[in-house]
Structure formats: C-alpha cells, structure tokens
C-alpha cells in the first residue's frame, strides 16, 4: 500500500516559513521523480516544484522562483519543500506527488495559510 504523508503546514504571517515534509511508504522512494502541487480554493490545482529521482534537476513554478527549494532524502524517503518570504497568494493546500513511468500517486495534503 503506497502512502504519501505531507506534514509542515500551518498558519504563518506574510515574509515567514515553512518546511514542509513528505514522508513516502509503499514504493521505491530513489526511483520516483517527486513533486509540490498546490490548490488554492475556486482555483485549479499547479505544480510548484519537483525533483528528479536522484536530485540532478529540480524545476520550480515561476511565482515561487528564488523564494522555495525542493529536496529529497532518498535515505528517508522523504520530499521536502522549504518555502521562504512566503505571500498570503502562497496561501493553498500542498499536495505531495510520486511518478514514474505510469505510475503516479499523490498525498493527502497539508495546509499551508499566509495571513496577518
């Protein structure tokens, strides 16, 4: 049974951070490429950031450009998204994504809420 566990989120006023975490179970963490997605409410879900499977190319959505970092610890099984100078726009659920091949799965989400 494949799980994907998101934790990290929380209420943070405009210019904090967070650190989000996916803890992964069921699959072979080291051959996914992992990914952030995020769905603000009334709004389509976008992807955020995503590390290949070994961490030698990451990709980030423009709006969060120079402001989040995606890592992974394939020891772990574990994604991370380190988001900084966060904006109340920042504000969404953040859902953890695995793929490979044809094969995908997705997390539950964690909220994250950029407010004053």
């Known amino acids: 049974q494949v799980q994907l566990v998101e934790s990290g989120g929380g209420l943070v006023q405009p210019g904090g951070s967070l650190r989000l975490s996916c803890v992964v179970s069921?699959?072979?963490?080291?051959?996914?490429?992992m990914s952030w997605y995020r769905q603000a409410p009334g709004k389509e879900r976008e992807l955020v950031a995503t590390?290949?499977?070994?961490?030698?190319?990451?990709n980030y959505a423009d709006s969060v450009k120079g402001r989040f970092t995606i890592s992974r610890d394939n020891a772990k099984s574990t994604v991370y998204l380190e988001m900084n100078t966060l904006r109340p726009e920042d504000t969404a659920m953040y859902y953890c994504?695995?793929?490979?091949?044809?094969?995908?799965?997705w997390g539950q989400g964690t909220q994250v809420t950029v407010s004053s």
């Open positions: 069921g699959l072979t963490f080291s051959r996914y490429a």
């Open positions: 590390v290949t499977s070994r961490s030698d190319s990451t």
């Open positions: 994504y695995a793929k490979r091949l044809s094969f995908a799965y």
